[in-house]
């Protein structure tokens, strides 16, 4: 079983609609969690970090955590063709003052016009 | 501007060659990090340290070394015992528990 899952997608939403990105883990214990943004050919780029259950927002974004499901959700409202992109979903392992983290595969996103 | 800079952007290995990447922040984070991408993939970890002159081996440390002497600096050599080397590397570097940000990434390729 792997560690942190995503569905690769590609995920397809017209531009304006809300773009729903999941991401499941198996660590129980937990407790950070992170969506990076990574256009082709570039590094990952932090776009939101959640540590309690609940929701937070960030402009057009927002995460969703439930711990007791161990899952992580994305949302991203108003959709636009620059955010056609793979959405990386991390889950820190912490491992002494270092931030360890866990990688999901990736979900391609696209934003049709 | 802080950041983290990783050199050359492009690499190229011959057979049994060793080639060290290069990774430098100037964001006086404690902690740095190595990961690699192979297309159509998440990140691995290759190697990670928390401090000076100590550093831990990731998921997929073999065929890789890495040093930490300075702060400032964590170098990636991949050895000719990695035997498939082509990927996209990243270098990371974070403070405490936050979040980790990344360099722009070294690719590699094999001649």
């Known amino acids: 079983q792997k560690e942190v899952e995503q569905n690769s997608g590609p995920l397809s939403v017209p531009e304006g609609a809300i773009a729903s990105l999941n991401c499941t883990y198996s660590?129980?214990?937990?407790?950070?969690f992170f969506w990076y943004r990574q256009y082709s050919g570039k590094s990952p780029e932090l776009i939101m970090s959640?540590?309690?259950?609940g929701d937070k927002e960030d402009g057009r974004f927002t995460a969703q955590l439930n711990k007791a499901s161990q899952y992580v959700s994305l949302l991203i409202r108003d959709s636009q063709p620059s955010d056609s992109a793979t959405y990386l979903c991390?889950?820190?392992?912490?491992?002494?003052?270092?931030?360890?983290?866990?990688f999901g595969t990736g979900t391609r996103l696209q934003v049709t016009l | 501007d802080g950041g983290i800079t990783q050199s050359p952007k492009y690499l190229f290995r011959k057979e049994g060659q060793n080639v060290t990447l290069s990774c430098e922040q100037n964001?006086?984070?404690?902690?740095m990090y190595w990961y690699r991408q192979d297309p159509g993939q998440g990140l691995r970890l290759i190697y990670y340290?928390?401090?000076?002159?100590?550093?831990q081996k990731g998921d997929i440390a073999e065929g890789y070394s890495v040093s930490r002497e300075k702060k400032e600096s964590f170098p990636l050599t991949v050895t000719s015992a990695q035997k498939n080397p082509t990927a996209f590397y990243l270098c990371?570097?974070?403070?405490?528990?936050?979040?980790?940000?990344f360099g722009d990434g070294t690719r590699l390729s094999i001649l």
């Open positions: 990371a570097s974070s403070i405490d528990s936050r979040p980790q940000h």
């Open positions: 660590d129980r214990v937990s407790q950070s």
């Open positions: 959640i540590y309690s259950n």
């Open positions: 991390a889950v820190n392992a912490k491992a002494g003052t270092a931030s360890k983290l866990t």
């Open positions: 964001l006086n984070h404690d902690a």
């Open positions: 340290s928390q401090i000076v002159n100590d550093f």
